[in-house]
T-cell receptor, first 115, second 112 residues
C-alpha cells in the first residue's frame, strides 16, 4: 500500500532531550516536507527536500534539523526540544517539485508534547 | 513576505445551500493548492491549480484561481453533511520548488 508513515505517533518528552521523528514513504517520491500544526496558526512548513541531499528551510526552521540521505526517509530532529515545540507534526511527500507535480500525500501525524 | 488569508475562518451552513470560501495571497504566485482535513485526521489533497484561470471540479466542490487578483475560490454546491471538515489553501513561494505558505483554514460545518 502506498503510504507515508511517521513514528512515533505520540511522544511526551522533557525539555532538552534530543529526539527524532521518522518519516518514510514507499512511493519513490522526490519531494518531502515537514509541517507543524498549531491551533489558530494553521500549518507551517518547517523544512522541505527536493531530493536526496537537497533540503531547504520553510517558514519555521528554528530548533529543527533534517536530513535526506535516502530517498524514502526524511527524519525530523529536535536537538534540544523546548515547550514551544509542542505541536502536531505532519510529514508529506510528492512525486516531484510541487510546481510540476500534483498532490502531496500526508502522513498520519505525530503529536509531540515537550514538558 | 508571502501571506495567505482565508475567509471565512468558520462557516456553518445548511445542507443543500451553496457557499464560497476565499483564499487571498499577498505576492506573486501561480500555484495554489487546496486541502481537506477531517477532525483528528491528516490532510488530503483536493485540488492543484497551476495557472491563471485554472478551474477544477470534484463532486460538489469547484476551485478556481485568478493570479492577477491573487485570489482562489472554493465553491461548495448543494452542501451535504459529509463535506464538514476544515479546508486549507496553500500557496507556493514564487520561484521555489515547494516552499508552501498555508492559510489558517476554514472550518466548515454542514447541518441538516
Amino acid at each position: 500500500e502506498a503510504q507515508v508513515t511517521q513514528n512515533p505517533r505520540y511522544l511526551i518528552t522533557v525539555t532538552g532531550k534530543k529526539l527524532t521523528v521518522t518519516c518514510s514513504q514507499n512511493m519513490n517520491h522526490e519531494y518531502m516536507s515537514w509541517y507543524r500544526q498549531d491551533p489558530g496558526l494553521g500549518l507551517r512548513q518547517i523544512y522541505y527536500s527536493m531530493n536526496v541531499e537537497v533540503t531547504d528551510k520553510g517558514d519555521v526552521p528554528e530548533g529543527y534539523k533534517v536530513s535526506r540521505k535516502e530517498k524514502r526517509n526524511f527524519p525530523l530532529i529536535l536537538e534540544s526540544p523546548s515547550p514551544n515545540q509542542t505541536s502536531l507534526y505532519f510529514c508529506a511527500s510528492s512525486p516531484g517539485p510541487l510546481g510540476s507535480y500534483n498532490e502531496q500525500f500526508f502522513g498520519p501525524g505525530t503529536r509531540l508534547t515537550v514538558l | 513576505e508571502l501571506k495567505v488569508e482565508q475567509n471565512p475562518l468558520f462557516l456553518s451552513m445548511q445542507e443543500g445551500k451553496n457557499y464560497t470560501i476565499y483564499c487571498n495571497y499577498s505576492t506573486t504566485s501561480d500555484r495554489l493548492y487546496w486541502y481537506r482535513q477531517d477532525p483528528g485526521k491528516s490532510l488530503e489533497s483536493l485540488f492543484v491549480l497551476l495557472s491563471n484561470g485554472a478551474v477544477k471540479q470534484e463532486g460538489r466542490l469547484m476551485a478556481s484561481l485568478d493570479t492577477k487578483a491573487r485570489l482562489s475560490t472554493l465553491h461548495i454546491t448543494a452542501a451535504v453533511h459529509d463535506l464538514s471538515a476544515t479546508y486549507f489553501c496553500a500557496v507556493d513561494h514564487w520561484g521555489s520548488q515547494g516552499n508552501l505558505i498555508f492559510g489558517k483554514g476554514t472550518k466548515l460545518s454542514v447541518k441538516p
